[in-house]
């Protein structure tokens, strides 16, 4: 949407709406494939690798009375998920 200034009526401005924000920089190399482009297959492995990651945190909303509940629960998924992973390592 291309508006007049008041000024000038030949010099006319771009218009941002309120709720977007302009895109200053970028951040990072990796360019979005076009439409209908499918994965490669090294794209394909990273996400099914990702897909398989094991959290050891049940999933889920979780609603606590305080932040010591909230605190304990996780640092006891944590716990378990350092010993399985000892445990795999042998």
Not at 4 to 24: A, E, H, L, Y
Request: glycine letters at 4%; a positive charge.
């Amino acid at each position: 949407m291309r508006i007049m200034s008041d000024q000038n009526p030949k010099v006319t401005r771009s218009f941002i709406q309120p709720d977007q924000q302009p895109i200053q920089r970028t951040v990072g190399k990796r360019v979005t494939p076009p439409p209908g482009a499918l994965p490669t297959a090294e794209a394909r492995a990273a996400m099914t690798a990702n897909a398989q990651y094991i959290t050891r945190a049940p999933k889920g909303i979780f609603s606590y009375k305080n932040h010591e509940e909230m605190i304990r629960d996780r640092e006891r998924w944590t716990i378990d998920a350092v010993i399985a992973r000892q445990t795999e390592r042998g």
